[in-house]
């Protein structure tokens, strides 16, 4: 559809365009099985966007549920009556009022997506295009939150999956997943490990591993487009991200410029904090070091199981972000999760999980590094239920 043709929102019709090799600019076309590109790097999905279509849009949002999907023609399914919708997206944007200092702390609650993480937006995505595309199975190396929502979507979706998960996840994740229909591989070692057994078995399953096929990224940015909307289109000044796969990051930038592109929100942007827990930090170590890439955490070690991600493969992207935007990096120390976790509680009525306790951790390092000031606007994410971990 060419930019500018019929702006008006479709009941069904999608704006995308094609794939983009995030590294090379090489163009791709959405009607076909996607990996990574050619150069190695991952596929981005682009759209036809005019302010034009963004007025459209914005017009046609108060009249949409409030979900990922309201935001249907910046999204590639094709299928969009016909699709798996367990009602993900559409999460809290609340003000804590007793916690985050003099700044004005928002926290972006994704507890309370299908599955209880904010997984639940990118898989949602991977598994219908998945099924669009007529893949015969899904399969995902996981630390917990990912692979509760790859066996969900999958199950509604009719499609076999299988999940590889490091040994020492918490039992309850493997059960839900064998509840779900979906075999479950135990796996010594770590992450990388676990995704190393699987691509080792045998069978035709599709990789939907962060960041190994399009479509991830593309149900996380809806975060940035739910921010913009809750804030009335004006964008924070900080947004503290537990980052592991780092997919969120990318997604949400993607976002912020697809929505400058539709008219709806101008140039400026906020800052990415990334939050990483000091037992396993690669992307903060490359960051401190000025460096594009990020070298592969050796021994990672922390009870934060979504931060348990020794290596990115969207680490250059991650990093581009945090360049880009005059970002931070911060490194948690584990004994700070229990603190948090129990003062969240105690002061808002919150509860988080550990990456959501390391994200306000990482806050209270920013402001007392005198980066996040007084009167700032900080949003901050709380990615997961903690009831997922027992």
Do not use: H
Not at 36 to 65: C, F, I, M, N
Not at 94 to 110: C, N, P, S, Y
Not at 171 to 185: K, P
Not at 222 to 230: D, V
């Amino acid at each position: 559809m060419p930019s500018g043709s019929n702006p008006a929102p479709s009941a069904s019709g999608s704006w995308a365009r094609c794939l983009r090799c995030s590294r090379t600019g090489e163009a791709a076309p959405l009607d076909r099985p996607a990996g990574l590109s050619p150069a190695g790097a991952p596929w981005l999905v682009e759209y036809d966007l005019d302010p034009e279509r963004g007025a459209a849009l914005r017009a046609a949002l108060p009249g949409r549920r409030w979900s990922l999907w309201r935001y249907r023609e910046l999204l590639p399914v094709v299928d969009l009556d016909g699709r798996v919708d367990l009602g993900e997206g559409g999460t809290p944007l609340t003000r804590l009022e007793r916690l985050g200092g003099l700044a004005e702390v928002w926290i972006k609650d994704e507890a309370g997506n299908p599955t209880g993480s904010f997984k639940a937006r990118g898989l949602s995505l991977a598994v219908n295009r998945a099924r669009e595309l007529c893949a015969p199975g899904v399969q995902l190396p996981s630390a917990g939150n990912a692979a509760l929502a790859l066996t969900a979507y999958a199950a509604a979706a009719g499609l076999r999956a299988r999940v590889a998960l490091p040994e020492d996840t918490p039992a309850g994740i493997a059960r839900s997943c064998l509840a779900d229909g979906a075999e479950v591989i135990q796996s010594p070692g770590t992450l990388v490990d676990a995704g190393r057994q699987l691509a080792e078995l045998p069978g035709e399953f599709w990789d939907l591993s962060t960041l190994r096929e399009p479509y991830r990224v593309e149900g996380k940015k809806t975060m940035g487009y739910e921010l913009a909307e809750q804030l009335d289109w004006r964008l924070p000044d900080w947004i503290v991200y537990p980052t592991g796969g780092g997919t969120g990051i990318i997604g949400m930038r993607k976002a912020f410029d697809e929505l400058e592109r539709l008219g709806l929100i101008g140039a400026e942007r906020p800052r990415f904090a990334v939050v990483q827990m000091a037992g396993c930090a690669p992307i903060v170590r490359a960051f401190e070091r000025g460096e594009r890439r990020a070298e592969p955490w050796a021994e990672p070690r922390t009870r934060a199981w979504g931060l348990r991600v020794p290596r990115a493969v969207g680490d250059f992207l991650i990093l581009d972000a945090l360049y880009a935007t005059g970002g931070a990096a911060v490194a948690v120390p584990e004994e700070r999760l229990a603190e948090v976790t129990d003062r969240a509680a105690r002061e808002s009525g919150l509860q988080v999980g550990p990456e959501g306790a390391a994200a306000l951790a990482g806050l209270e390092l920013l402001t007392a590094a005198g980066r996040v000031r007084a009167g700032e606007r900080v949003v901050v994410f709380q990615t997961g239920d903690p009831a997922n971990y027992q």
